[in-house]
């Protein structure tokens, strides 16, 4: 009874916040907004919890979080005019399997972009903090998302290990954040990577393949309020190849994507926001 009374009062809130941003009132149309989103993350994080148990039982588990993931585009996208556009002219993301996914980190809001290019037969990996989170973590332990301890090197190279194990027994995907955080840029950057989604693709001998998410401060800046609706585009690159690569080739593997990746924000960063970035070095 408590959860309805409290979904009641939360769709209300959500909409007297929204009706004073229509007054031209920024920040209650920002928490309106992020309110929204964060409902519907939970909804579809519901749906995928039961729909793991279901599909579970037939081994399917691994399409779970593929369908929380569109659960919640198709509300964000229906209510609230916020979609992730993905350009994929050679489906890479529905072809190339087992492989290394990965992709620059921005905001919160990437759980939204992941609802809307999550391929089938691939899971993401988390800080293990988050199996805590009551229907999220729950959810994500139940349809196999690879979980990974910061805090302890070792624990965090075993998860990877396992991660590989689990690809080649699966035939399945993973995707990864590499930079290990968000950025929360107000221009199109990316940190410095992190090399565990590139020892795990050497040492699998899967394919890694970069997913270039533009910067999207013209639609979520937190520090200025601003959070709009949108539609962002997110391009996939072709597949690098890791086979005959070893452990001493990962450092350099590492700089190259990031380099792609990197090049490509800054053309696909214009092109969204309709103005021209250059390109400065890269942090290292």
Not at 63 to 81: D, E, N, P, Y
Not at 158 to 172: F, I
Not at 202 to 216: L, S
Request: aromatic share 10%.
């Amino acid at each position: 009874m408590w959860i309805v009374l409290f979904f009641q009062y939360y769709v209300l809130a959500t909409l007297a916040l929204f009706m004073l941003s229509v007054l031209g009132l920024s920040k209650p149309g920002f928490i309106a907004r992020s309110m929204a989103v964060y409902m519907s993350g939970m909804i579809a994080s519901a749906a995928g919890f039961f729909a793991a148990i279901v599909m579970r039982m037939v081994g399917q588990n691994h399409s779970a979080q593929w369908f929380g993931g569109r659960v919640m585009k198709h509300i964000c996208s229906t209510l609230l005019g916020l979609s992730f556009e993905v350009v994929d002219p050679k489906n890479h993301l529905g072809t190339v399997r087992p492989a290394v996914f990965v992709g620059n980190h921005q905001t919160e809001l990437d759980v939204l972009m992941l609802g809307c290019m999550f391929p089938t037969h691939c899971s993401i990996t988390a800080k293990s903090s988050l199996k805590k989170v009551p229907i999220l973590g729950w959810f994500m332990a139940l349809s196999g998302a690879i979980f990974i301890n910061r805090t302890n090197s070792q624990g965090a190279r075993g998860a990877v290990s396992a991660a590989g194990q689990e690809m080649k027994r699966r035939n399945q995907s993973v995707y990864m954040f590499p930079e290990g955080t968000r950025s929360y840029s107000k221009e199109p950057m990316l940190l410095p990577f992190k090399k565990g989604a590139f020892h795990l693709a050497v040492e699998t001998g899967v394919p890694i393949v970069p997913c270039v998410v533009a910067n999207y401060s013209h639609v979520l800046y937190a520090k200025d309020w601003v959070f709009n609706a949108g539609r962002i585009p997110v391009k996939v690159l072709d597949p690098i190849p890791t086979k005959g690569l070893t452990a001493d080739d990962v450092s350099a593997l590492c700089e190259k994507v990031r380099k792609l990746m990197y090049e490509e924000l800054i053309v696909l960063t214009s092109e969204a926001q309709g103005k021209k970035f250059e390109m400065p070095p890269m942090e290292s």
